[in-house]
Structures are given as structure tokens and as C-alpha cells.
């Protein structure tokens, strides 16, 4: 392991790994994927379609976040509807319960 590994961000140490198959950029950070980079220069057109891809993943999520968001509100509105009727058994139950020791007050002597 590297001595000034522990005091710099995105040092990564050969602990474990061929140090051979580790690249060192021109700051001397070392980076295990720096040789597996192609020499290739990115142009305009490449970064087009990679902006043109997230673009359209980004539509994907936003979608699926629709339809999502529409299925949360409708069992909001399902579970509100579930409560309201709760409400109205408990108070029916009330009222029953109320009614019946009436009767039952009344018939005791």
C-alpha cells in the first residue's frame, strides 16, 4: 500500500492486485481501469447520442414515475374510502350499542 494513500482521495492501492495491470495518470494517481482506456478521442457525435440516450432514459423513468405516482394516489383514494366506511360501522356500532342498553336499562327493574 502506498504511503500518501490513506491522505489522498481516489488513491487505490495495488494491495492485492497486480501493480502492473494499475495505470498512473499524469498527476500520478493510480487507476486500475487507466490502461484499459482507448486512445480514441470523444467527438461531438458520441457525446450527441450518449445525451440523446440518457434524454431517453430519463423520458423512461419519468413515465414509470407516472404510472407509479397514479397507482399510489388511486390506493390513497381507496384507502380514504376503506376509513370513511370504517368510520360509519363504528358509529352504526355506537348507535346499536347505545339502543340496546336503553332497552336493556329499561327492562331491569
Not at 2 to 18: F, K, L, Q, T, W
Not at 34 to 56: C, D, H, N, P
Request: net charge neutral; charged share 30%; aromatic share 6%.
Amino acid at each position: 500500500m502506498n504511503a500518501d494513500c490513506g491522505r489522498r482521495i481516489g488513491c487505490v492501492s495495488s494491495y492485492g492486485r497486480n501493480p502492473e495491470i494499475l495505470g498512473v495518470d499524469a498527476s500520478g494517481w493510480s487507476h486500475a481501469w487507466f490502461r484499459g482506456m482507448s486512445e480514441e478521442r470523444v467527438t461531438l457525435e458520441f457525446l450527441g447520442k450518449q445525451l440523446e440516450r440518457v434524454i431517453a432514459e430519463q423520458n423512461s423513468t419519468r413515465d414509470d414515475l407516472r404510472v407509479l405516482m397514479t397507482i399510489v394516489l388511486r390506493l390513497e383514494g381507496t384507502l380514504n374510502g376503506v376509513l370513511d366506511q370504517l368510520h360509519a360501522k363504528v358509529s352504526q356500532h355506537q348507535r346499536f350499542d347505545a339502543r340496546l342498553r336503553r332497552l336493556e336499562e329499561e327492562r331491569t327493574p
